[in-house]
Nanobody, 125 residues
Framework: QVQLVESGGGLVQAGGSLRLSCAASGRTFSSYAMGWFRQAPGKEREFVAGITMSGGSTYYADSVKGRFTISRDNAKNTVSLQMNSLKPEDTAVYSC??????????????????WGQGTQVTVSA
């Protein structure tokens, strides 16, 4: 059974930084691409960032490009999201997800088989 557990959320002022982490267990972590999604109140869950199984390629939503960085440590079975220059509109529940693919990352929610429970990020103005 795959388990994904996020940590690192919290309350931060606009312009600040947070680092989210996701610990994975249950299947060979290094064989699957990973992604981060977020869901704000009253909105649909949206793709934030993705990384291939090797970590060699990453992809970002336009709204976070240049501010967020996704990375992974296959030796520790973790994926992280460094969030800088945070804005109030970044406020959401952030979830990590494990893709059914390995060599490429997608923005499509249905391409992700497993999800964490999410961690709240709140950015105050």
């Amino acid at each position: 059974q795959v388990q994904l557990v996020e940590s690192g959320g919290g309350l931060v002022q606009a312009g600040g930084s947070l680092r989210l982490s996701c610990a994975a267990s249950g299947r060979t972590f290094s064989s699957y691409a990973m992604g981060w999604f977020r869901q704000a109140p009253g909105k649909e869950r949206e793709f934030v960032a993705g990384i291939t199984m090797s970590g060699g390629s990453t992809y970002y939503a336009d709204s976070v490009k240049g501010r967020f960085t996704i990375s992974r440590d296959n030796a520790k079975n973790t994926v992280s999201l460094q969030m800088n220059s945070l804005k109030p509109e970044d406020t959401a529940v952030y979830s990590c997800a494990q893709s059914r693919w390995g060599r490429y990352t997608t923005t499509v929610r249905d391409d992700y088989d497993y999800w964490g429970q999410g961690t709240q990020v709140t950015v105050s103005a």
